[in-house]
């Protein structure tokens, strides 16, 4: 099976630059989904500076760049730790509730504060109860109903027990 290298760009700190090798004839939703784990939700394609649908088949040497819309997303700072909070991301770990720290990459569960090294998804330790608390309250005022929703199902359960 004949193999291509591509670059992927993704425009969003925290998000290395990488190569890959894939298939030949994948196409950039098999790319998104199943090697990324990205929803396809708000995200803008382009190849070699083009824009470019998901069914665009990659080529050998294709520089695929991925930017990310805001509208589905919101951004919280705690301690001086950005938290960026997807509506749907694709990767539920470690639960379907979860922060990205923007900065060291890190995930945090926003059903009880655990810390995962992103990567390994390995236990890293569990933040502060005031500090879970800070970051779902700053949630419930948001703009997306989604999110506000969760977090304050989350709160009350928190606060009563």
């Not at 930017?67 to 919280?76: A, F, H």
């Not at 419930?140 to 304050?152: D, G, T, V, Y």
Request: net charge positive; aromatic share 8%; hydrophobic share 35%.
């Amino acid at each position: 099976m004949e193999k291509k290298k591509i670059t992927i760009c993704i425009r969003q700190p925290g998000f290395p630059i990488k190569e890959i090798t894939i298939k030949k004839g994948i196409n950039i939703k098999e790319v998104l989904g199943n090697i990324l784990h990205l929803s396809m939700d708000s995200l803008f394609i382009s190849v070699n500076g083009k824009s470019k649908s998901f069914d665009y088949i990659l080529k050998n040497n294709d520089m695929l760049s991925i930017g990310m819309s805001t509208k589905n997303r919101v951004t919280v700072k705690c301690n001086g730790n950005n938290w960026r909070i997807h509506v749907s991301d694709k990767d539920n770990f470690p639960s379907d509730f979860h922060a990205h720290n923007i900065e060291k990459g890190d995930k945090l569960d926003l059903y009880n504060g655990y810390l995962y090294n992103s990567v390994t998804k390995k236990f890293r330790c569990a933040i502060h109860a005031k500090d879970l608390i800070m970051i779902l309250s700053k949630l419930q005022s948001c703009n997306i109903k989604e999110l506000s929703l969760k977090a304050n199902v989350v709160l009350s359960f928190l606060k009563n027990n």
